[in-house]
Structure formats: C-alpha cells, structure tokens
C-alpha cells in the first residue's frame, strides 16, 4: 500500500528555515507526480508547489524564489525547502502524490478526488 508521511515541521523565526520531508513509501517516483500544499486556521487549502515525474518543477508565485521543492528516488522522499519564512507561511503543510504528469492550484476544484494520495500534515509556525 503506498503512503505519504510528510516531517519537518516547526516553529521557527520570520527569516528562518525549515525543511519539509515526505516520505513517499512504495511509490515509483519515475510515474507519480508530487506536491505541497497548506491549510491556515480558517482558510482554504492552497497549494504550493509540484514536482512532476520528469523532475519539472512548479511553484505558486507566492512562494517562488522562496521555496525549493525536490526528490530522491533513492531514500523516497519529497522535500520543501523553505527559506526567508514569513508570519503568513504559518499553516499546516501537505505533502501529496498523483499518477497526474503535474497538478497544481486548479487541480484541487477542477478535477475530483485529485490530487488522489495525502499524507498528514505537519505544522509550520512561522513568529514574527
């Protein structure tokens, strides 16, 4: 049964740095794409960013030049590397995987039940 597990959350100053991991057990990542996405208290769930089976990454704009997602298909994990962290970056951060070759913010209202495969969240506090 494949299963996402996303770690690495915290609390952390503005302009601080953390580093998501989701590990992505018995996934084959040359056929699954995946992504970040978040939940604040009382907000949608937005996404962040993807990295498609052929590596091409993909990032909202509030985040670009910011975070950093990539894989490695040898230790099974997805990571989100972010930088330069804001109070607004609070929230709690998905990690998810779809056969999709990408899927992004439109994925979650255009297309049901996609992206099909979550992993629990993990909490991301950002002071000020």
């Known amino acids: 049964e494949v299963q996402l597990q996303a770690s690495g959350g915290g609390l952390v100053q503005a302009g601080g740095s953390l580093r998501l991991s989701c590990n992505a057990s018995r996934f084959s990542f040359a056929e699954y794409s995946f992504g970040w996405f978040r939940q604040a208290p009382g907000k949608e769930r937005e996404w962040i960013s993807c990295?498609?089976?052929?590596?091409?990454?993909y990032y909202t704009d509030f985040v670009k030049d910011r975070f950093t997602v990539s894989s490695d298909g040898a230790r099974n994990t997805v990571y989100l590397q972010m930088n330069s962290l804001k109070p607004e970056d609070t929230a709690v951060y998905y990690c998810?995987?779809?056969?999709?070759?990408?899927?992004?913010?439109?994925?979650?209202?255009?297309?049901?039940?996609?992206?099909?495969?979550w992993g629990q969240g993990t909490q991301v506090t950002v002071s000020s």
């Open positions: 990295i498609g089976a052929d590596d091409t990454t």
């Open positions: 998810a995987a779809d056969s999709l070759k990408a899927f992004g913010a439109a994925t979650l209202t255009t297309t049901p039940n996609r992206p099909r495969y």
